[in-house]
């Protein structure tokens, strides 16, 4: 369908904004779930269209698992790891499939567990460690990355001469990159002097930065995992939009990163009135 882009943004965009801005945090919580064991399935599948045999239904328990340890405060980010790493290899020592393809299917098994999971978890943190601001946080993440990534898209189509990756995506240009930076830059200005002035300006202008560069290797990582098992998308479940790896590369590559630059930064130095704007 020719519109089908924008009629799919047309239809999530106001659902999405309410779970972020004012839905329950468990709603985001099994919002986020849903988008990640989708996102793991359609990661899966590349490893399978290599021909690598990885246990599905194995896998996603193990995600959920990893994801739980991001939402419940007994269990530990750290009890999520070990069980990936410890129950995906044990599936294949006491199952009966061949060892020639054991070392790259687990390979594929515990780095699309704990890709998803680790980095899906870490946008469940950003959203419910941080009190009123988690949403605020949320918003400002995905609106410095996707619209960040339209600037890439436009300035790129009209500007675009050097190549950024060839070999895995010949349209990425770095007149593209700077492009996306500039958007991703004056949409943190933009989110500072609207709703989030808690954001410092200078903070906001640095995280857009960072933000866009990181979001532009997200896209190129999952691009390259599509190229080497042949395909175009990862999936078809959002119209327009290929799958939901497609649409959350991105995000799922930047959430940590904001994570630990609001804790870490913003607040580690922000009590000591360095870089305040």
Not at 110 to 133: C, H, K, P, W
Not at 223 to 246: C, E, N, Q, Y
Request: hydrophobic letters at 55%.
């Amino acid at each position: 369908m020719r519109f089908a882009r924008e009629i799919t943004a047309l239809v999530a965009a106001p659902i999405a904004i309410w779970i972020v801005g004012w839905g329950h945090p468990y709603l985001f919580d099994a919002a986020m779930g849903l988008i990640c064991v989708l996102a793991m399935f359609e990661f899966l599948s590349l490893g399978k269209k290599k021909g690598y045999d990885v246990p599905f239904a194995l896998c996603i328990g193990v995600m959920l698992i990893i994801l739980a340890a991001f939402v419940l405060p007994t269990l530990s980010v750290e009890f999520g790891m070990f069980v990936a790493l410890l129950i995906i290899p044990a599936s294949f020592v006491l199952g009966h499939k061949p060892l020639e393809n054991s070392l790259p299917s687990s390979a594929v098994a515990v780095l699309a567990t704990t890709y998803v999971g680790m980095l899906g978890g870490s946008l469940i943190r950003l959203r419910n460690d941080f009190g009123e601001q988690g949403s605020k946080l949320v918003f400002f993440l995905l609106l410095v990355v996707w619209l960040g990534d339209s600037g890439a898209y436009y300035v790129g189509k009209t500007f675009g001469k050097h190549k950024l990756s060839p070999l895995i995506s010949p349209k990425k240009t770095v007149e593209g990159l700077i492009g996306g930076m500039t958007a991703s830059i004056l949409t943190a200005i933009v989110i500072h002097f609207t709703f989030f002035p808690k954001f410092p300006l200078l903070h906001a202008i640095i995280a857009g930065a960072i933000l866009s560069v990181a979001g532009v290797i997200g896209d190129l990582a999952e691009s390259m995992w599509k190229r080497s098992a042949d395909v175009k998308d990862s999936g078809t479940l959002i119209p327009g939009h290929g799958g939901f790896l497609d649409r959350f590369d991105s995000i799922l590559f930047t959430a940590p990163i904001l994570y630990c630059y609001w804790t870490l930064i913003v607040h580690g130095f922000g009590s000591l009135n360095i870089m305040q704007a």
